[in-house]
Every structure is written in structure tokens, then in C-alpha cells.
């Protein structure tokens, strides 16, 4: 009966260190997860400003007269110049598909409207128009897959 004693012990000191390291992963798991999200969030806020500025600089030059011989360099390097590209490659590795699909798509219509004003587009253009609307549309979705994947599932930008 001397070793009931020590035994007990023992497997109390198992029982404490084992619920101590099972309480830790659980936690280290909870910590990572947060971080995660807080990454995707800062993404996404960086990819939609993003896309704000390609847009404002494309307005721009759909409103100002810029000689035709300039025009296609002037178009494309305000185009770059935020960076999309860049962020869409790193939504591409941390972002839900669904997420990744609905940034292509604005980026796309963005692309669509580059290449219009390289051609010598306005903004009085009607195709300059259509792509507006699309780009608005692409948008609102894109914003709520974002906050769908953030767990905030009401959007403020619906209509």
C-alpha cells in the first residue's frame, strides 16, 4: 500500500502538466487565429484603397485632354502606380477563393477601363459609363465577400 501514495502523485502531476498543455495549444491556436484575421484585414483595406486610387487616377485622365502620343504611357503608369498587382498576388495566398474571384473581377473591369482610355476614350464616352457601373457593382460584391470572411455578414454597402 506504500505505492498508492507516490502513484497518485504521479498521475496527478500527468493530469496538471498534460490540461496545462492542452489549455496552452488552445490558447496559441486562438492568438493565431486572430492574427490571421487581422491580416486579412489589413489586406483588404489596402486591396479596396487600392483599386480607389486606380480608379480616381483613370477619372482623371478620362477628364483631362492628354496628348494621343502620351496618352497610353501616361494611362498605364498611373495605373501601376498603387500597386494592385502586388496586393492581389498576396490575396491570392491567404484570401478565400470566393475573395480572390471577386478582387479579380473589379480588378478586371479597372483593366478593361485602362485599355479604353488608352484608345482615346472620355469620360463622356457611353462604354466609359458601362464600365463605371460595372466597376461599382464589382465592388459592393467584392466588399461583401470580404466582410462575409471577417464574420461582419451585414454589409453597410448594400442597397
Known amino acids: 500500500m506504500e505505492w498508492i501514495s507516490p502513484v497518485s502523485t504521479a498521475l496527478g502531476a500527468v493530469i496538471g502538466v498534460g490540461s496545462t498543455l492542452l489549455t496552452d495549444r488552445f490558447r496559441w491556436r486562438r492568438e493565431r487565429a486572430g492574427q490571421n484575421l487581422d491580416t486579412r484585414r489589413q489586406l483588404y483595406a489596402d486591396y479596396t484603397a487600392s483599386l480607389s486610387r486606380i480608379r480616381t487616377a483613370l477619372n482623371e485622365c478620362a477628364r483631362t485632354n492628354i496628348p494621343a502620343e502620351e496618352r497610353p504611357r501616361r494611362v498605364r503608369e498611373l495605373f501601376l ?79
Open 81 to 159: 502606380a498603387p500597386g494592385a498587382y502586388e496586393i492581389r498576388h498576396q490575396l491570392a495566398i491567404i484570401a478565400p477563393r470566393e475573395v480572390v474571384e471577386a478582387a479579380r473581377s473589379a480588378f478586371v473591369v479597372l483593366r478593361d477601363t485602362r485599355d479604353l482610355l488608352v484608345e482615346g476614350a472620355t469620360v463622356d464616352s457611353r462604354a466609359y459609363g458601362e464600365l463605371e457601373e460595372r466597376f461599382d457593382a464589382a465592388v459592393v460584391e467584392l466588399r461583401d465577400v470580404m466582410r462575409r470572411d471577417l464574420g461582419a455578414v451585414d454589409s453597410i454597402t448594400a442597397r
